[in-house]
């Protein structure tokens, strides 16, 4: 690790390296990933990429990426093929890829699609005349974009979509993001995702990294033989921080080295 890299955070993956089962899960946006304006146009890092990479080869290590991203946006922006090693779960947990068994996902209730569908478009046609907002639709509800807006502009087409779903779908779930609120008829949480993929994957310690609000519920989630790592400076229950995607590509890689000699 380079001299950016505390001896408190050697220490921390030290720990989770002699774990032996371990899952290694991350956020993309704003974890391996820059932010960027158009969110389809998202891509990992090469350093982070590398990272992954050599955790995948590390023995009795699963990769995962979990994001709010809907499954089949989060295989495009991850690159992602039918024979990758790594495990997905999308919109916060409500759908999942598994190597060797594809998509897998819970059974929504009656009506709640064409529920999606009517607020989606509800909420188009009120923010229509507000510049650069954008109303992404998602496979289990629909997200508010307003990163190209006008602080105003935001702010107007946050209240209006706010009042829409409270009048017509009140037991939805609400998330904030960067520059983004969405809104689902599915309650799984980034928190309900690590709980499943480590069933999934007998993982006896998880190692979660993210950047933003949502993924804070699978930060407080982690257990006293896991490890929580923000990517930035806001407030966290992280346990370790590291200030941008470069160097957290730099802790997984340590990682995937000390999980190679724990291996041997």
Known sequence: MSAGISDAARAAVGRVAASDRLLVALDFDGTLSPLADEPMDARMLPAARAALDALVAAPRTAVALVSGRSLSDLRIIAEHLDDSPLLLAGSHGAEFWLPGEGVLTHDDEPGDERLRDELRAHAEAATALLAGVWIEPKRFGFGVHTRKSTPADAAEANRLVDALVSAEAP????????????????????????????????????????????????????????LGVHVGQRPTAATLRVPDIAALAELLEELAAARSTEGR
């Open 171 to 226: 037991l939805w779930r609400r998330r904030t993001g960067h520059n983004i609120v969405e809104y689902a008829f599915r309650h799984e949480g980034k928190d309900s995702a690590i709980a499943e993929l480590r069933t999934r994957t007998d993982a006896s310690a998880v190692l979660f990294a993210g950047d933003d609000v949502t993924d804070e519920d699978a930060l407080e989630s982690l257990g006293p033989d896991d």
